[in-house]
Structure formats: C-alpha cells, structure tokens
C-alpha cells in the first residue's frame, strides 16, 4: 500500500472532545491505501513515521484541511427544469397549489420518463462535478422521479454508475413514495402497494443503500409511509423521511419508531418529535436551499434539537423544484444565517453528521482509522467556511488517499 504524507496543514479535525473544530495548527496527515493511518501535530510527526517507508511527501504550507465534505441529501438525477413554475411562486402560486393542479414533482416525472439513460447520467454528472469542486466526496442522490418500477430503477442505475465512474461515494436512496404518478390518481394505496413490491425487486438488482418517503398532505399519509417503512425492514434497509416540511404530521416520530437514519427538512417538527428523534438517535438533515427558495418563515426548532442533543446535519436537497442550487458552501452560509447554526455546527453538519445521517461511521472527521477523504482550503480559519459565500477557495480535494484532479 503507497504510504502519503501531507504536511504544515491547518487541520479542522472535527475529532469530539479535542477542542474547537478538534484544531491541530500545525498537522500532518499520513495516508495509507485508501485510509488515515495516522494525524497529529508536526512535532510527534517524527515518532509516527520511524520505520516508515513514504512515497510522497506533500507540504501545504498552513493551508487548512478538513474532513472531506458529504451531501448527505440530493435528488440529482432527473430531467428539464421548473424555472417556469419559479416564475409563477414569483407571481403568487404556492409550491402545494402548484403540485395540486398536477405540476410539481408530477412535471419533473414526465420529464425524468422522457429522458433517456445516458442524457440522466450526463446531466447527473455534471451537477456532481459542481458540487465536488466545492470538496464534495460522499453524495446521496434519491430516485423519486421515476415513480415507475423500471424509472425508479432507471434513475438509481444512474446513482450507482456515477458511484463507480467518479472519484466520489455515492448513496442511492429509494424515494418511489415521493409523489403519486398520475396514472395512480385517486389511488394511493394502490401505488403505496405497489412500491411495497417494487423495493425486493429494486434492492435483488443492488440499487438501494435506503429507503425514503415524503410524508406530506400533497404527498403520503403517516399510514402510507408506515407501510414503506415495514416493507424496508423486511429488506433489511435503512430507512430516512422528508418530514414536517410543510405542516406537522408526525413523521418524525414514525421514523424514530423505525429507528430512522435521519429526519430530513423538519421545519414543523414539534417537541415531541424532537425528543423521538434524540431517543432513537435519529439526525436531524437541515435543507437551508429549500427554506430558501421556497420563501418559507418558519425555520427548524434548532435550539430545541441541541438542547436535545439531536445530531444536525445541513444538505443541499438539490432538486429542481424546491431547491436548484448547487452549493454545499452556500448551505454552510445559509445555514448560520437563516437558521443561526454556528459556524463549527454547520461544518459537522455537512461532514460528521451527515456521514451519520447515511450510515457511514467510517468519514467525516480527521482520525486514524477513518477514510482519507479531505479537502485543502486556502483559507486561514475554518470559520471562513460559513463566512465567505459565492466564492470557493477549494484547492484540492483527496479522495480515498487519492488526490483528484479538479
Ligand atoms: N421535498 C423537497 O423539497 C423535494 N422533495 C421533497 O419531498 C422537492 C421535490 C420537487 O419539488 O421536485
Ligand atoms: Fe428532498
């Protein structure tokens, strides 16, 4: 295994109980295969190398390194856009009326349906090459604009080919219970049956990493979800929820009752769900893009989830209705000033926490033992992170102890 050494780096380890931002100022990191063997500061980097034969040796010159960055909640894979329903939320339509009058998610499915699989892919691609220069190097990415079985699996094909064909991990989630297609209309039992067949057959062919579902009055009820959910634990499948984004259904309590992986949008969520979600251990995934574009007023109860101790994650929710962005860094900003994270919060929030919400306990700090996966700023402090927004002062990413060229 090729032994690397990065040295003089301003390290964010992120390492709990190590301080603010688990802050080395003058670190080094000595990367083997694919992993941390070992980080610390330069002056015990003689003691941790003797012996050691190095291949590269890298000096950063006090450029600040954190743990790689995880988007740990997009919908990437889909066709055409909906910038003309943004012109009409502009001109008073709500984001429900326009999904009740059959636009919507129902206009990204058509659109999704009639696109074919390399165009999916390519468009995919493009948008993960934007947010991966930002230091992006584990992404979730959710079907649910497919809502039939072969789409639903066409677009998770897309999800695992963009895993195997980038330097970046990818996550396929299962979100066929985002929106009842129209030839189901009247019928959401019916479909919620069907997707309950749909996920053996979807998860034999290796496309599912977890389940979703949005519960939502335009979208399913508590009962609807709850079958989704019975039908992953059969599977064995993680499950996850859009919950409480635009009214309290109680979601977030279902998907504690599930053991959730995470609790996504939650700008409802009440104290109850708060304390379901601190008792099963369950994330709380902060969509600052969505609240955003969505002109929403009530933000997520976030001091309630830290005096909870809930671990609070931030992503992009990249989709083309609620959120067209493609910024991680932005999230980090928005997230401080909309929903006043601080910024050392926001930071775990798009690395240790949102490693959490999808599962992995192997990333999103700096340690030995943990998965070379870091990112190098040209910046001074890690709080500038959250400070500067629209500019990226990325410089370079290392992915699974490869450096990727941008
Ligand atoms: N909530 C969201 O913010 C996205 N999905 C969801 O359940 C939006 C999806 C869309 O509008 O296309
Ligand atoms: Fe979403």
């Known amino acids: 295994m090729s032994v690397a050494l990065w040295r003089h780096a301003h390290l964010a380890t992120l390492v709990a109980g190590a301080g603010l931002w688990g802050r080395i100022e003058d670190g080094a990191l000595l990367v083997e295969g694919d992993g941390l063997r070992w980080v610390g500061p330069e002056s015990e980097l003689h003691a941790a190398t003797r012996g050691l034969a190095i291949d590269a040796e890298n000096d950063l010159g006090g450029a600040l390194v954190?743990?790689?960055?995880?988007?740990?909640?997009?919908?990437?894979?889909?066709?055409?856009?909906?910038?003309?329903?943004?012109?009409?939320?502009?001109?008073?339509?709500?984001?429900?009326?326009?999904?009740?009058?059959?636009g919507g998610i129902r206009s990204t499915v058509a659109a999704t349906r009639a696109t074919g699989d390399e165009a999916l892919f390519q468009q995919a691609a493009g948008r993960a090459a934007v947010l991966m220069a930002e230091g992006v190097t584990t992404l979730e990415v959710k079907s649910g604009y497919g809502l039939t079985l072969e789409d639903e699996a066409r677009m998770l094909r897309v999800a695992r080919r963009l895993g195997r064909e980038r330097a970046l991990t990818v996550r396929a989630t299962c979100l066929a219970a985002h929106a009842l297609p129209p030839e189901f209309e009247g019928r959401g039992d019916a479909y919620v049956d069907a997707v309950c067949e749909w996920l053996p057959r979807l998860h034999a062919e290796g496309l599912i990493d977890a389940v979703d579902a949005f519960c939502e009055r335009i979208a399913f009820t508590p009962a609807q979800t709850r079958r989704v959910f019975e039908a992953a634990r059969?599977?064995?499948?993680?499950?996850?929820?859009?919950?409480?984004?635009?009214?309290?259904?109680?979601?977030?309590?279902?998907?504690?009752?599930?053991?959730?992986?995470?609790?996504?949008?939650?700008?409802?969520?009440?104290?109850?769900?708060?304390?379901?979600?601190?008792?099963?251990?369950?994330?709380?995934?902060?969509?600052?893009?969505?609240?955003?574009?969505?002109?929403?007023?009530?933000?997520?109860?976030?001091?309630?989830?830290?005096?909870?101790?809930?671990?609070?994650?931030?992503?992009?929710?990249?989709?083309?209705?609620?959120?067209?962005?493609?910024?991680?860094?932005?999230?980090?900003?928005?997230?401080?000033?909309?929903?006043?994270?601080?910024?050392?919060?926001?930071?775990?929030?798009?690395?240790?926490?949102?490693?959490?919400?999808?599962?992995?306990?192997?990333?999103?700090?700096?340690?030995?033992?943990?998965?070379?996966?870091?990112?190098?700023?040209?910046?001074?402090?890690?709080?500038?992170?959250?400070?500067?927004?629209?500019?990226?002062?990325?410089?370079?990413?290392?992915?699974?102890?490869?450096?990727?060229?941008?």
């Open 234 to 406: 059969r599977l064995g499948l993680p499950v996850k929820l859009h919950a409480e984004q635009l009214s309290d259904q109680g979601g977030a309590q279902l998907a504690a009752s599930f053991g959730a992986l995470s609790c996504d949008h939650l700008e409802h969520l009440s104290g109850a769900g708060v304390q379901a979600l601190a008792q099963a251990g369950t994330v709380a995934v902060l969509l600052p893009g969505a609240y955003y574009f969505l002109r929403e007023t009530k933000a997520p109860p976030v001091q309630a989830l830290r005096d909870a101790g809930v671990p609070i994650a931030v992503a992009s929710d990249h989709n083309p209705g609620s959120s067209p962005g493609l910024s991680l860094l932005l999230m980090i900003n928005m997230a401080c000033t909309l929903f006043r994270l601080t910024p050392e919060e926001a930071l775990r929030g798009v690395t240790i926490h949102a490693a959490l919400a999808l599962g992995f306990g192997d990333r999103g700090v700096l340690a030995a033992g943990r998965r070379a996966d870091f990112v190098v700023w040209d910046l001074g402090h890690a709080n500038e992170l959250a400070y500067w927004f629209g500019h990226n002062a990325c410089r370079q990413v290392v992915a699974g102890g490869l450096a990727r060229t941008r």
């Open 66 to 102: 954190t743990p790689g960055l995880v988007d740990c909640h997009t919908h990437l894979v889909y066709g055409g856009d909906r910038a003309r329903e943004f012109e009409m939320r502009l001109q008073g339509a709500s984001y429900e009326d326009i999904a009740r009058a059959g």
